[in-house]
């Protein structure tokens, strides 16, 4: 069996990171260590996702009209642009990672000299996007990342996802992995939920959908310590 290792990293930016913020992470900051040990190894491709959004974007509570319009409790319904048959609840959440702002940066501490592609989502102001790849629309997807076509071209087998945040962009885009084939495994420590009580439904779908949840020492990590990418000296 081949084994091609990815390491994705998800949105570890300022806006999603203690102490400023606007979505902040309870303890989101503390994952980066492990982050950059992860980052040391030799995965034959490193990403790291950025949630981009425009100052317009649908998910932003202040983008809509009161009473349902309370960041982190409200919940509205985004129509499909390109089909009204389609439709999706979605919760709202303060302004957060606006291109070219301060709080879409990626942590300074990241080390991001080691990554090789930065994949930017959440563009198109008309969808919510958690996963790296594509909106949740199927008929027909809205907008895509090109982070497959990344990870099919290099010939990845296996995909490691971490970041933030646990319980939504780390969530959907573990699940997209292992839609698009990749064995999918999630670093357990690696991780931050906006709202850990909600894990254990996000452990059961991860469950039915052969997503793994690993910790920092399993043996697959220890196996891309010792990877050699096919060709390489
Ligand atoms: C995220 C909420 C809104 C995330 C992004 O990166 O998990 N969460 N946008
Ligand atoms: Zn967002």
């Known amino acids: 069996m081949p084994f091609v290792p990815a390491l994705v990293i998800v949105d570890v930016q300022e806006d999603f990171c203690p102490p400023n913020g606007s979505l902040a992470v309870t303890d989101g900051r503390s994952i980066v260590p492990l ?19 425009p100052r317009n974007h649908i998910s932003f509570a ?16 985004i129509t499909n642009p390109l089909n009204p048959g389609e439709s999706q609840e979605t919760r709202l959440w303060p302004v957060h990672c606006v291109k070219d702002t301060p709080g879409s940066e990626l942590v300074p501490e990241l080390h991001v ?29 809205v907008s895509r990342s090109g982070l497959a076509k990344m ?14 945040a646990a319980d ?13 084939g990749f064995k999918t495994r999630v670093v357990e420590e690696a991780t931050k939920a906006v709202d850990p009580a909600s894990m254990d439904e996000v452990l059961r779908e991860y469950a039915e959908a052969g997503v793994e ?21």
Request: glycine share 4%; proline share 7%.
């Open 113 to 141: 000299d080691k990554v090789h592609e930065i994949v930017e989502k959440g563009m198109d102001q008309r969808v919510e996007m958690y996963s790296a790849f594509a909106d949740p629309f199927k008929q027909p997807c």
């Open 62 to 77: 202040s983008n809509h009209p009161p009473p349902n319009n309370k960041a982190f409790e409200s919940v509205i319904t």
């Open 213 to 233: 949840v690993i910790g920092k020492d399993d043996a697959s990590i220890e196996r891309v310590r010792h990877y050699a990418y096919p060709g390489q000296v």
């Open 151 to 164: 990870l099919h071209d290099k010939g990845v087998t296996d995909v490691f996802v971490a970041g933030l």
């Open 35 to 53: 982050l950059n040990t992860l980052l040391s190894y030799p995965f034959p491709l490193k990403i790291a996702t950025k949630d981009f959004h």
């Open 168 to 180: 939504y962009c780390v969530r959907y885009t573990a699940l997209d992995a292992a839609k698009e």
